[in-house]
Nanobody, 111 residues
Framework: QVQLVESGGGLVQPGGSLRLSCAAS????????MGWYRQAPGKQREWVAS???????SYADSVKGRFTISRDNAKNTLYLQMNSLKVEDTGVYYC?????WGKGALVTVSS
């Protein structure tokens, strides 16, 4: 059973940047599709970005051009670089790989 642990969340001002990491307890090289989801207060969890083995990535329209997803199979880690953050990006960010989910990292964008 692979466990996923997110880190890198925190409080940032609008326009700022954060990088989230998702460290896996085992190899992620066999997990074809990995992604990030988020849940804002009072809202349902939504998909943010995904990447597959081989490097192809996709993004929700709301983050396209601002967020970059990447994975390092050698380090068993998934990343999400978030730039030009907006207040509406606030939420708990979850890492997903196959049937595995992390417990989430809180990102708060506020002045």
């Amino acid at each position: 059973q692979v466990q996923l642990v997110e880190s890198g969340g925190g409080l940032v001002q609008p326009g700022g940047s954060l990088r989230l990491s998702c460290a896996a307890s085992g190899s992620i090289s066999s997990i074809y599709d990995m992604g990030w989801y988020r849940q804002a207060p009072g809202k349902q969890r939504e998909w943010v970005a995904s990447t597959v083995s081989g490097g192809l990535s996709s993004y929700a329209d709301s983050v396209k051009g601002r967020f970059t997803i990447s994975r390092d199979n050698a380090k068993n880690t998934l990343y999400l670089q978030m730039n030009s953050l907006k207040v509406e990006d606030t939420g708990v960010y979850y890492c997903n790989g196959g049937t595995h989910w992390g417990k989430g990292a809180l990102v708060t964008v506020s002045s």
